[in-house]
């Protein structure tokens, strides 16, 4: 039975924490964050003990794993701390604010053989990972095309002031909020391409200084790839679609059964694929303390987590 930490219990780390403490291997949590009324919202978890102060959690010695799920500017020092207290890290997107520092958290976890590992919710969802068997299977043996939407309706939904004292306030982009999960889903679908930004468009509708809507055009050695990604424009759209010649297979994570389906057509059909229905979270918590446990290396380790950065550095950085 382990005893796990929280750093961060906001809109987040407090699904973390809800995950961490419905799982049979984790006997305790410790859960941090300044605020007040986060440890008050936490305090229904029987097996949740709060503190204000993440120095406290960290000098435990019966704390095995931390989740680190603060701001991103503060993530490359706390996981610093926490290698140094000897403890194994899950860190939320982005994990740290610069390929450097992430650098340096990869080389202490390798020195010191702890498990470091990034939270990427759909590498470690079930549909997903079907998408990988099935490309492992050779389902598209060539690729004419990959799409990637990811739209929200905040403005529809009368969500601008959210937007504004959140996101926008902190100097957060379109961009920097969204683009890291398409650069994971990519990475993990095709660990052998290499990813290039060729085009990046921002439009700036609600602020003069940070994008709301983004159009980015990405090369691999064999096939394109469209991310479209914002915040305002009138649908809500979750989108992955695979195509070539034949056929498209489209991952469509809002809908809440067939979230896989696959149009083939010359014989004009349309058939829904079977997937696991986990929630990605659990995965992502059962997959740390597995790899705690057997001393194995996440799917989303270090070696990952740098071929991310590297893309997601590289269309922050592009300019037209």
Known sequence: MLHIAVLGLGWWGSKLLRNLSANP???????????????????SYPNVVLYEDPSRVLEMPDVVGVVIATPPPTHFELAKAAFAAGKHVL????????????????????????????????????????IRHLLDKELFPEIGFIQSLRYGNDLRMHNIARLRTTMLDQGTDVIRDLFFHD??????????????????????????????TAMIRLESQRFPI????????????????????????????????????????????????????????ANVVDHF???????????????????VMELFESVLQFKQ
């Open 91 to 130: 860190m939320t997107k982005p994990p740290t604010q610069t390929l450097t520092e992430l650098e340096i958290l990869v080389e202490m976890a390798d020195r010191d053989h702890f498990v470091f590992m990034m939270d990427s919710t759909f590498v470690y969802s079930d549909p997903v990972r079907e």
């Open 183 to 212: 650069a994971a889903i990519l990475t993990y679908l095709f660990p052998n391409e290499v990813f290039a930004p060729v085009a990046v468009h921002r439009l700036y509708g609600i602020s003069g200084t940070c994008c709301d």
């Open 25 to 43: 291997q984790v006997s305790k949590i410790s859960g941090c964050d300044p605020w007040a009324a986060r440890r008050e919202e936490m305090k």
């Open 289 to 307: 303390i597995m790899c705690i446990r057997e001393r194995q290396r996440p799917l989303t380790d270090g070696g990952f987590m740098l071929k």
């Open 226 to 281: 469209h991310v479209g990604l914002s915040w305002t424009l009138p649908e809500r759209r979750r989108e992955l679609l695979i195509a070539d010649g034949r056929q498209q297979l489209i991952f469509d994570d809002l809908d809440p059964e067939k979230k896989l389906t696959l149009f083939k057509f010359e014989e004009k059909t349309e058939t829904a694929l079977p997937h696991g229905a986990g929630e990605p979270l």
